[in-house]
């Protein structure tokens, strides 16, 4: 974090930037010891829908110092030289990024040593775990982390889960009050936004009212209202930040779950797509994002070849006694429901952006392995599976980067490529504005303004993930060692 002279400083540079005369003539900016500078390739800052040669990236104490004309040469800078084949763009932000590993099908367990390697190597530079089995595990990661022991993104934490996704959460005991006090104390104690599933209507008043008393955001793994729950549609009146999963409203009837409507959800049928889309246009009047978490049911479903075929043997990064017992369990049985789910959440997602929502859509992938496929790679696979739904490259994109800095209200410092933010950039081979997957292809990651080759992230932490043996294998499952 800069100190406050140097904040300062920032502030009246980019002041100064922006006050220039129109007709001034641009001036150089000189680095110095110390600094990063990034030359050569395309530039996508984030804003617009478009590319352009890079003008040069001037990167200090961890923040973008300048866009544009660099004096030169760069004494005692180091300087990064890419090619035309490079594209440049904000660091990812996976807004339901789960560090949850189930490698027994015994309970999840969070990990903090080989996943945020892997987060990082694949270019996501921000996340948000979206409810944490293990909070105090959590923590001690992201203090390594911080520490400098272990690479990773930046975390923002979520605390436990509000409702009944939380091991021992009892309604009756969790009355508003008792919600206003644990909330305003997680709220003290450094979370950055709270989760809720499983949550009722009372409930998920007192925890809206308590995060926004401290500037913090809700988020909610909702349903349809059935038998107590509550709906996106009345989440979103109440206040909630962002909804994942189901778009909600009138499509989702409160006379069943959520699951049951939208397995049988059509569409087409023009009823179903007006309230689709006026569900939509409720997010925009009240601000609220939507984290649509395709995959999420992808993995459980028949793995669409599209977008689920790896290109990374992701099972290279467990031990090789976990990698056996992963692969004792494959393949795994495609859920019926999920797969029927999987493929209307793809064209409810192209509802919601015809609707005229897509400033509304980020990016969270929800997946807690058990070994097949891992977090960190589940990025680009998210990305994917938006365009093949219909969604544009660029809001892609942008779900993925400004988007999701906007919903977790740190856009002032991340999501876009600009004099003043934090400087977390992704550097890939081709182009993902026109080729989506280009994203995968990943050849440098900057996190705060530190530079990274993510082929040696990845080989730092290939076989690492997982117990080594059987002796050790009580630690990874949660039912035993959480007690749940």
Known sequence: MPDPAHRRCLVALTAALLLAPASAAPQSLASRAGDLVVMGGRLWDGATDASRPNPGILIRNGTIL?????????????????DSGDFIMPGL??????????LFGEGRVDEYTVNPVLFLANGVTSTFPAGEVDPEEARRGRERIAAGAVPGPRIYS???????????????????????????????????????????????EALIDVAHAHGLTVTGHLDSGFRGTVNP???????????????GGAALPETRSAYASLEALDPDDPATAAALREQARLFVRHGAFFDATLTAYGYYADREPAVFTPWADEM?????????????GLPRRALEQFERIYYVKRRTLR???????????????????WGEYLNGFSAHRELHAMVLAGIPNADALRAATVNGARA??????????EPGKYAD????????????TDTRNVRLVIRAGRAYDPAELLASVRGRLGPASEAEADWWKGELRLGR
């Open 66 to 82: 300048g866009v544009g004309s660099l004096a030169t040469p760069y004494p005692a800078a180091t300087v990064v030289r890419l």
């Open 93 to 102: 932000f996976d807004l339901h990024a789960h560090y949850a590993v189930d």
């Open 158 to 204: 979520s605390g436990p889960y509000w409702g009944t996704a939380r091991p021992g959460w009892r309604h009756e005991a969790m009355t508003p009050d008792s919600i206003r006090k644990e909330a305003a104390w997680w709220a003290l104690n450094g979370v950055a936004g709270f989760k809720a599933k499983g949550i009722r209507p009372d409930q998920l």
């Open 233 to 247: 549609r009345d989440a979103i009146l109440m206040g909630i930040d962002r909804v994942e999963h189901f778009l």
């Open 316 to 328: 290279a990064f467990l031990t090789p006694y976990a990698r056996r017992v992963v692969e004792a």
């Open 351 to 369: 509802a919601f952006h015809e609707a005229g929502a897509t400033a509304q859509l980020t990016l969270g992938t929800d997946h807690p392995t």
């Open 408 to 417: 977790l209200g740190v856009d002032a410092r991340l999501g876009t490529v």
């Open 425 to 436: 950039l992704v550097v890939v081979r081709g182009d993902p504005l026109t080729e989506i």
